[in-house]
């Protein structure tokens, strides 16, 4: 019983210090190369169009959408950096679809009170 109990804290210290494997730099670079995919797989143009054509669901959907990184850029890593890795990529992603879905949203609302107000 003893035995069990040891390994059970031995994991839950593992488990609990998987965060600290990584380096600041590391870290650095890991949400570098993260975010910069983010730009690239993000289409701004397509949740632009979201938040002009749904105003308000299209917003909705930018922060409710969590996509996925590119598998290219996982393959051949250990847990820990596709978990930082994707952590990174989705919050960035999710950023991005907000503020252009948003910017649709503004675009749309503006022509309309533009075009109710010409007639």
Known sequence: MKKYFILLLLLIFIVIRSDDVFSQAQLK???????????????????????????GLGILGGF???????????VGKDYNYVRVYTDYFVRKAQKIQVK??????????????ILYGAY
């Open 29 to 55: 670079n890991i949400r570098s190369n993260a975010e910069n995919s983010a730009n690239e797989e993000t289409s701004k143009l397509m949740w632009f169009m979201a938040g002009f054509l749904l105003n």
């Open 64 to 74: 409710i959408y969590e996509p996925n990184p590119p598998a290219s850029q996982l």
């Open 100 to 113: 252009s879905a948003t910017w649709g949203c503004a675009t749309s609302t503006g022509a309309t009170l």
